[in-house]
Nanobody
């Protein structure tokens, strides 16, 4: 099975950019659909987007055009590039791996510990 570890979260001003990393170990991330999720205080975990096994990328409407997911097979790492950040993007961001493509967190079997992103206005 795969282990996941996120990094890169920090405090950033609105309009700024940040790149989160999701380092996989134990197995290649390309063996899974890798999703990004976020959870703001008091809210449910929200789908951000995913990198499918085929390399296709999908995004939630709320981040389409601002966020980009990519993968580096050599580093076994998936990235979430976040541009034009807004205060409402503030959340703990998680990466997760699933054997089936989905936007539902319940179908993801493996999760990282999360990394906190705070966007100040």
């Amino acid at each position: 099975q795969v282990q996941l570890a996120e990094s890169g979260g920090e405090l950033v001003q609105a309009g700024g950019s940040l790149r989160l990393s999701c380092a996989a170990s134990g197995r290649a991330f390309s063996s899974y659909h890798v999703g990004w999720f976020r959870q703001a205080p008091g809210k449910e975990r929200e789908y951000v987007g995913r990198l499918s096994m085929t390399g296709s990328k999908y995004y939630a409407d709320s981040v389409q055009g601002r966020f980009t997911i990519s993968g580096d097979n050599a580093k076994n790492t998936v990235y979430l590039q976040m541009n034009s950040l807004k205060p409402e993007d503030t959340a703990v961001y998680y990466c997760a791996a699933a054997t089936l493509p989905s936007y539902s967190p319940g179908l993801y079997n493996f999760w990282g510990q999360g990394t906190r992103v705070t966007v100040s206005s």
